[in-house]
């Protein structure tokens, strides 16, 4: 799921699909490109310690390659494709999308750090059968003209971490702030932030990057 969440990083730098981005000459070229791209980038990840840094780059370099792909190692039909060429296809994409990563830090999988997008659309959509699991709030500020820090919510989300930790140690919960449980959240948010809310299965994704300038006053 990480590397699948990689890829999508990748494609939102444009409104191309992978098909068209990569370019290449029919569906079974589209479909090996989209392989050999998902494993050169697992093994950039995880066997060699890396992380995309610019997933811009990597939408470049990822550019019209079906072609370059397809004249060198990819089968142009629903062929055998043999380890050779593959492997060489791996290694080939690997190169091209090399500088579009670094070595990641230790702390890499923090999810807190690095999170992963699929991760939290499995987290909201589980949320609706195992409620007891997931608690969501919109920000740490209040929603009034105040917008002064919410003493009553951060101490209602310190209980439920409590409540989480004392359920067992083997137990895993989460607490996600920023998505707005309801419209009604979601719609205060854009009046007073000028934030529009990403909606995904009944929540209402708002970020608390608009929370900083009230915080910290940047200008």
Known sequence: MHVYDIVRSILAQDSSTFASLVNCATESGSRRCFHA??????????????????????WGHLSGIGSLMTATALPMHD????????????????????????????????????????????????AIVEQQSFDCKQGFLRLDISRQFDEKSF???????????????????????????????????????????????????????REAPLVFQFP
Not at 88 to 97: E, F, S, V, Y
Not at 106 to 112: D, E, I, S, V
């Open 37 to 58: 791209t998902f494993l050169a980038i697992y093994e950039l990840t995880y066997k060699e310690g890396m992380r995309l840094s610019s997933p811009r780059t990597a």
């Open 155 to 209: 101490t209602k989300i310190c209980h439920t971490i409590t409540a989480i930790a004392n359920t067992g140690p083997r137990v895993t919960s989460y607490v996600a702030v920023g998505i707005a449980d309801n419209e009604q959240h979601a719609e205060r948010v854009k009046e007073l932030d000028s934030v529009q809310s990403e909606r995904f299965r009944g929540f209402h994704g708002v970020g608390i990057e």
């Open 79 to 126: 062929d055998d494709w043999q380890p050779a060429p593959k492997r060489r296809t791996i290694d080939a994409i690997k190169g091209i999308l090399r500088n579009a990563f670094e070595m990641r830090e230790a702390t890499a999988h923090n999810l807190g750090r690095y999170g992963w997008a699929s991760q939290l659309e499995k987290l909201t959509g589980n």
